[in-house]
């Protein structure tokens, strides 16, 4: 049975950093696409950051490339995003999902990431305060 649970939201203010972390398991990690997602209230949900099994090009927002950074510990099968100069836009409830579909365009990396028929967790809550 898969699970996946993330953890680390909390209240912030703007500038500030929080590292989400989300643990994986009865999957084979080494072998499973990962992303994080967010929605926040009345918006649909977005991709964030995605992270291709095959340790290919990550996939990032335009909004917050160059403040998160997508990572992980195949040790401990957890997968984090370290958030930095956090803004009030980026207050959202932040999910974990597996499998998602990556898209790549030659010279490009990374370009799209999709949700799929993966797994999710429950989120975990970010508020930043201006």
């Known amino acids: 049975q898969v699970e996946v649970e993330e953890s680390g939201g909390e209240l912030v203010s703007a500038g500030g950093s929080l590292r989400l972390s989300c643990t994986a398991s009865?999957?084979?990690?080494?072998?499973?696409?990962m992303g994080w997602f967010r929605q926040a209230p009345g918006k649909e949900r977005e991709a964030v950051a995605c992270?291709?099994?095959?340790?290919?090009?990550?996939y990032y927002a335009s909004s917050v490339k160059g403040r998160f950074t997508i990572s992980r510990d195949y040790s401990k099968n957890t997968l984090y995003l370290q958030m930095n100069s956090l803004k009030p836009e980026d207050t959202a409830r932040y999910y974990c999902?597996?499998?998602?579909?990556?898209?790549?365009?030659?010279?490009?990396?990374?370009?799209?990431?999709?949700?799929?028929?993966?797994?999710w967790g429950q989120g975990t809550q970010v508020t930043v305060s201006p």
């Open positions: 999902a597996t499998d998602p579909i990556i898209t790549t365009a030659d010279g490009l990396g990374a370009v799209n990431c999709q949700s799929a028929s993966g797994f």
């Open positions: 009865g999957l084979n990690f080494h072998d499973t696409s």
């Open positions: 992270s291709p099994w095959s340790g290919g090009a990550k």
